[in-house]
C-alpha cells in the first residue's frame, strides 16, 4: 500500500484558492499568490506585475536565485497564513525583504528579533548591517529599552499612526474610529478579512461611503491591530495584546491573530503564565502546543487532563506570588 504525502506547510500556505491570480516558480515549486496583495506590499511586484515587462502575461514567472522555502517564508509574512521566521532565517529573510523591496516584512521580521532577548550579540550585528535604530538600541542599552516598551510605553506613538494611515496613492477608502480617520486600502482589508470583505463587496450602504466609522474601538488599538496586515506594520505592546486578539476575533481577521500567536511564542518579554493564559482564553491552540510541548514531570495525562492541571497550577502559582500582570 503507498504512503500518502502530506503537503509541506509552505505548499498549503501557497495552494491555488479563489483568492490567488498567479503563479510563482522557486526551485522548480509553485507558489500560487495574489498579485494586488504583493503588488501592495513590493514596489518590485508592482513593477513585475503592471509594467509593460514580459511578466506581466506570463502564467507563471521563475524567480532565480532563492532558496524555496526562505523565499516562501518572505512571502508569507504578506500573506493570510504566515509563516513565522525563525533564529535560523532571520537574516536570510531580512536579506530577501531588501532584495525584493518588501519593509513591511522586514519590520516584522526585526520585531521577532527584538522579541529574543536572550540574543543580543546577534541583534546587534543585524542592527549593524541594516542600520535598523530598534536593534541597535535593544543591544546599546537593552535594559532601558525593555523597561520602556514593556511598562512605561502602554499605547502606539501617534505619530507611527499617523504614517501608517496617511493618505497615499495606495488608499482608496477611510475609517473613522473615534473622531480620527484611518486611510486604508480596500483590497488588502478584504482578502485579509471577510467582515471587511462583505463590508466593502456586498450590498450595504457602506460600500458607496467615502467614510466609514467603526464604533465601539479604541483608536490605538484599533489602529494598532489594522497596521499588521499594512506596509508599515506598528510593533506590538505588551499592554495591548489582548486587545488585537480581540478585535482579529470581532473584525475576522486571522492573520493577526497568528501573527500575535507566533509573537508570544518566539518572545521572551511576557511571562510564561500570562502567554499561557492567552492562549487558554483566546483558543490559540499552536500557541497552547507550544506551552504544552515544555511539558512538566508530573504531566501523564491526556493532553486535556494535562492542561487542567497546568490551569490549576498557574492560578495558585499566581495567588501565591501576587503576579504582576492583572490577567
Known amino acids: 500500500m503507498s504512503e500518502t504525502t502530506v503537503p509541506s506547510v509552505y505548499e498549503t500556505t501557497f495552494s491555488k484558492t479563489y483568492k490567488t491570480d498567479a503563479i510563482l516558480v522557486v526551485d522548480g515549486k509553485k507558489l500560487h499568490v495574489n498579485k494586488a496583495i504583493l503588488s501592495y506590499h513590493s514596489d518590485y511586484f508592482n513593477t513585475l506585475f503592471n509594467s509593460n515587462f514580459m511578466e506581466k502575461s506570463m502564467t507563471k514567472i521563475e524567480i532565480k536565485d532563492a532558496e524555496f522555502k526562505d523565499f516562501a517564508t518572505l512571502l508569507s ?11 535560523r532565517n532571520g537574516e536570510r529573510i531580512l536579506e530577501l525583504s531588501d532584495r525584493f523591496l518588501m519593509p513591511s516584512v522586514r519590520n516584522v521580521v526585526e520585531f521577532f528579533l527584538i522579541s529574543t532577548s536572550n540574543k543580543c550579540g546577534g ?10 535604530k530598534r536593534l541597535m538600541r535593544k543591544h546599546e542599552n537593552y535594559n532601558n529599552y525593555v523597561f520602556n516598551m514593556l511598562f512605561k510605553k502602554d499605547k502606539p506613538d501617534s505619530n507611527d499612526i499617523e504614517a501608517t494611515f496617511a493618505k497615499t496613492d495606495k488608499t482608496d477608502a477611510i475609517l473613522v ?10 483590497t488588502i482589508l478584504s482578502y485579509h478579512s471577510d467582515y471587511f470583505n462583505t463590508l466593502f463587496n456586498s450590498d450595504f450602504k457602506e ?4 467614510e466609514i466609522e467603526i464604533k465601539d474601538v479604541n483608536y490605538a488599538d484599533f489602529a494598532a491591530f489594522l497596521s499588521l496586515i499594512t506596509d508599515k506594520p506598528i ?5 495591548n495584546f489582548k486587545n488585537i486578539l480581540d478585535l482579529s476575533d470581532r473584525f475576522l481577521m486571522p492573520t493577526v491573530k497568528f501573527t500575535i500567536e507566533n509573537y508570544l511564542a518566539s518572545s521572551d518579554e511576557m511571562g510564561y503564565p500570562e502567554t499561557f493564559k492567552i492562549a487558554d482564553e483566546y483558543y490559540v491552540e499552536n500557541l497552547m502546543d507550544h506551552h504544552m510541548s515544555y511539558a512538566r514531570p508530573d504531566e501523564t495525562g491526556t493532553r486535556e487532563e494535562n492542561i487542567d492541571a497546568r490551569r490549576r497550577f498557574h492560578e495558585q ?9 492583572n490577567f
Open 177 to 186: 474610529v473615534e473622531g480620527k480617520k484611518l486611510h486604508v486600502n480596500k
Open 317 to 325: 502559582w499566581v495567588e501565591v506570588l501576587n503576579y504582576e500582570y
Open 77 to 87: 509574512l504578506v500573506h493570510e497564513k504566515p509563516i513565522m521566521a525563525t533564529l
Open 123 to 132: 541583534d546587534h550585528r543585524i542592527g549593524r548591517e541594516y542600520r535598523r
Open 235 to 239: 510593533e506590538p505592546l505588551h499592554k
Open 207 to 210: 460600500k458607496s461611503m467615502s
